[in-house]
């Protein structure tokens, strides 16, 4: 089983989904001590449209859980979307889905704890499990 990907998608209350994912700049390793290690971070603005649409379409191994945020609540996620751009991206302790969490997290959202070291493939089922809305 790979490791899997975890991101989000804000929408402005009356506006079009937009897609943010946290990648490591350079190449971050996913296994043993390498997973320890700092890179560069960044958050790319709709580079996972296709996994959203993907997930909408209910495509195998793609999942998606939706809740209905206020403004507000928008723009406290996209704090921590910026607060991200500078953040070092770590496969361990600070990975798409802990990006996930916080996003989450900051508008209001709460799901489940993302825990130190988190793996995508393990915290989707979590969000199952925790009452989300699946579509």
Not at 7 to 13: N, T
Not at 17 to 34: H, K, L, V
């Amino acid at each position: 089983m790979g490791i899997g990907h975890s991101y989000v998608g804000l929408r402005e209350p009356g506006g079009e989904i937009q897609t943010y994912g946290f990648y490591p700049a350079e190449g971050a390793e996913f296994e043993g001590f390498g997973a320890l290690r700092n890179v560069e971070g960044q958050v790319l603005p709709g580079r996972d449209a296709t996994y959203l649409q993907s997930a909408l379409a209910g495509e195998k191994g793609h999942s998606v859980v939706q809740y209905p945020i206020t403004r507000g609540q928008y723009l406290s996620a996209l704090d921590v979307v910026q607060a991200y751009q500078t953040q070092p991206y770590n496969a361990a302790f600070c990975n798409c889905t802990h990006f996930a969490v916080d996003v989450a997290n900051a508008a209001g959202v709460r799901v489940p704890f993302a825990g130190i070291i988190s793996r995508p493939a393990v915290f989707e089922p979590a969000l199952r499990e925790f009452g989300a809305r699946l579509r």
